[in-house]
């Protein structure tokens, strides 16, 4: 069974920082992995999607990289601002016997301060 | 468009009451997922459809749980008889495949407190 774990559970850091999120998962058999922000009492918003043939994706001031091999994934935000306090959450999907059901990591809440 | 549609957005009810969730995908979407996430259990998948047919409902808790798609643009998430422990916020989610796209948008969410 595949389990999606992310390290820290939450984070303070000034604003301007840049930081790094991270997402381990146990089954290296993915078929892409997705990160997404929630904000407080809303839903889910999808950042970025990596294919399991790719190594990163980028959007904006945000960096997503895979390493399959070694079951991880790391969230890049540059310079982060207020705007950035959310939840961030990675998703796996598995390449066989998942369908297009996502396995959820427990999160990582940031929160940037002024 | 308005994205995906949850209502109500907060119900409370009392224990053996029997809840709906009611959920509208984004027009042309072709799969639509159940979640419900608390703070012991994170984010879970309950059920998802496709093309309205349920496709994989291992993620249900019980029988008291049951999701009906009876068209493309509609779908249910009831819980009879309704239990303190079933209290969560109860997410749908809808994607395309037919445009090549994978990513899933997320309703804004019901949120569920049994009494």
């Known amino acids: 069974k595949q389990e999606v774990t992310q390290i820290p559970a939450a984070l303070s850091v000034p604003e301007g920082e840049n930081l790094v999120l991270n997402c381990s998962f146990t089954d290296s058999a993915i078929y892409n992995l997705q990160w997404f922000r929630q904000d407080p009492g809303k839903g889910l918003t999808s950042l970025l999607l990596i294919q399991s043939s790719q190594r990163e994706q980028t959007s904006g001031r945000l960096n997503a990289s895979l390493d399959k091999s070694s079951g991880r994934s790391t969230l890049y935000i540059a310079a982060s601002q207020p705007g950035d306090s959310a939840t961030y959450l990675c998703?796996?999907?598995?390449?066989?016997?998942?369908?297009?059901?996502?396995?959820f990591g427990t999160g990582t809440q940031l929160k940037v301060e002024l | 468009d308005a994205g995906v549609i949850q209502s109500p957005r907060h119900e409370v009810t009392e224990m053996g009451q029997e809840v709906t969730l009611r959920c509208k995908p984004i027009s042309g979407h072709d799969y639509l997922f159940w979640y419900r996430q608390t703070m012991m259990r994170g984010l879970e998948l309950l059920i998802y459809f496709n093309n309205n047919v349920p496709i994989d409902d291992s993620g249900m808790p019980e029988d008291r749980f049951s999701a009906k798609m009876p068209n493309a643009s509609f779908s249910t998430l009831k819980i009879q008889p309704s239990e303190p422990r079933d209290s969560a916020v109860y997410f749908c989610a809808s994607s395309s495949h037919r445009t090549g796209g994978e990513t899933q948008y997320f309703g804004p969410g019901t949120r569920l407190l049994v009494l």
């Open positions: 998703a796996v999907r598995m390449v066989t016997g998942g369908g297009n059901k996502l396995t």
